[in-house]
């Protein structure tokens, strides 16, 4: 973009006033003022990006904020600049248990995700524990939207070893349960006053079934 260019948008009186100027100092100032103008922008569309979420769920820009923001969109020189820049704002949780006799139903324990109320949240950084983590994954649909999820229910019924290596408690130690299903519970943190009643770190509710139970085929 030489001078020529620049002489062309910008009207003919505002580039008079720096004749004087070299080369240099002209290009250094168009740079400058160009860079600017986009910044500002940018700042505007980046900000509009990151509010919209904070504001409402549903909420859209309007007015002029929406025809700048639908004007920049096709080219993409903003984003949220997160893998998870959304999140849920509530937690559920899925409680896998096996069953031999009748009548009661024995859960399993995860190494990292919630299970026992009375147990902490862990510190993983920068460990990743991908079972745990695609069992929250699970949650965002329903069990026949998740093939690892199911095909980790039947590896619990076979018993099978490195599977329940990735687990942190097996209530089923010596053969494995004829039955497995799984319970959805809506989590939260206790309060400081539930916590000092009891000291559990959890509060759940159930909310129904995620996985009917199952058995594997006896043919």
Known sequence: MDDGFWSRIIPSHFVSGFKAFGARQKEIF?????????????????????????????????????????LAQPFHITSRYGLFAVMTTFRPEIIIEGRNDG?????????????????????????QPRLDWQMWFATLGTYEQNLLFLRFAVKLL??????????????????PPKYVR??????????????????????????????????????
């Open 30 to 70: 168009f740079k400058s003022w160009i860079a600017g103008v986009a910044g500002v922008l940018i700042l505007c569309l980046s900000v509009t990006h990151h509010l919209v979420p904070l504001v409402s769920r549903n909420y859209e820009p309007t007015g002029s904020i929406r025809d700048l923001y639908s």
């Open 103 to 127: 009548v009661r139903w024995r859960a399993y324990g995860f190494k990292w995700k919630p299970g026992k109320l009375m147990h902490a949240p862990a510190f993983v950084a920068p460990h």
């Open 158 to 175: 076979e018993g099978s070893e490195p599977v329940l290596k990735l687990i942190a408690y097996n209530p089923f130690p010596k053969y």
């Open 182 to 219: 799984a319970v959805l519970y809506d989590c939260r943190f206790t309060d400081f006053s539930e916590w000092e009643n009891d000291t559990s770190f959890w509060k759940r509710q159930r909310s129904g079934l995620y996985l009917p139970p199952i058995r594997l085929s006896q043919s």
